[in-house]
């Protein structure tokens, strides 16, 4: 099976671990900061408020809690819009970009370690899509930001590595 082919195996067995070992938790509610961060935030529900989740450091009204965090603000706005206030589309973005997370670092573990098999470094990629040290991360909504700059770290250095490779 030539690389290409075995890549695209390896992405759907990352999806179906990552489903399997979470899908578990799209019934859960918001729990404890997500009322603050979600369900009793103005900043979040209303258009005209979005650009003071780059301004202000209170980032939730009516209950006025102070720290800047943007991008995870405008990604609960986002979810908000499409969805309300039903936690299932929330924990299924936490899911997603947990996956998407298990990706990047299965193509930057082929990078780094070319010497290891493909199956080892699928199944260090499994170990990182199960381990209980990120079910924090991605059970627990107000948690986004661990898994968002997760991403950006990632996609960063891939994207940089990427580049290089490129010239």
């Given at each position: 099976?030539?690389?290409?082919?075995?890549?695209?195996?390896?992405?759907?067995?990352?999806?179906?671990?990552?489903?399997?070992?979470?899908?578990?938790?799209?019934?859960?509610?918001?729990?404890?900061?997500?009322?603050?961060?979600?369900?009793?935030?103005?900043?979040?529900?209303?258009?005209?408020?979005?650009?003071?989740?780059?301004?202000?450091?209170?980032?939730?009204?009516?209950?006025?809690?102070?720290?800047?965090?943007?991008?995870?603000?405008?990604?609960?706005?986002?979810?908000?819009?499409?969805?309300?206030?039903?936690?299932?589309?929330?924990?299924?973005?936490?899911?997603l970009i947990h996956f998407l997370n298990a990706v990047l670092l299965f193509l930057l573990i082929k990078i780094f370690l070319k010497k290891l098999s493909f199956g080892l470094c699928l199944g260090l990629t499994i170990i990182f899509c199960l381990h209980?040290?990120?079910?924090?991360?991605?059970?627990?909504?107000?948690?986004?930001?661990?898994?968002?700059?997760?991403?950006?770290?990632?996609?960063?250095?891939?994207?940089?590595?990427?580049?290089?490779?490129?010239?």
């Open positions: 099976m030539n690389e290409g082919k075995k890549n695209i195996w390896a992405v759907i067995l990352i999806c179906l671990t990552v489903y399997a070992g979470y899908i578990n938790t799209l019934p859960n509610p918001f729990i404890f900061d997500d009322r603050h961060m979600i369900s009793e935030n103005n900043y979040i529900k209303h258009l005209e408020t979005l650009p003071k989740l780059f301004t202000d450091k209170i980032t939730s009204l009516p209950i006025t809690r102070g720290m800047w965090r943007p991008l995870l603000m405008l990604s609960l706005a986002f979810n908000y819009f499409i969805s309300g206030l039903s936690p299932h589309s929330y924990l299924f973005i936490n899911i209980p040290i990120n079910t924090e991360a991605v059970t627990y909504i107000s948690s986004r930001s661990v898994t968002m700059c997760g991403f950006f770290i990632l996609s960063g250095i891939y994207g940089y590595i990427r580049w290089r490779e490129s010239q």
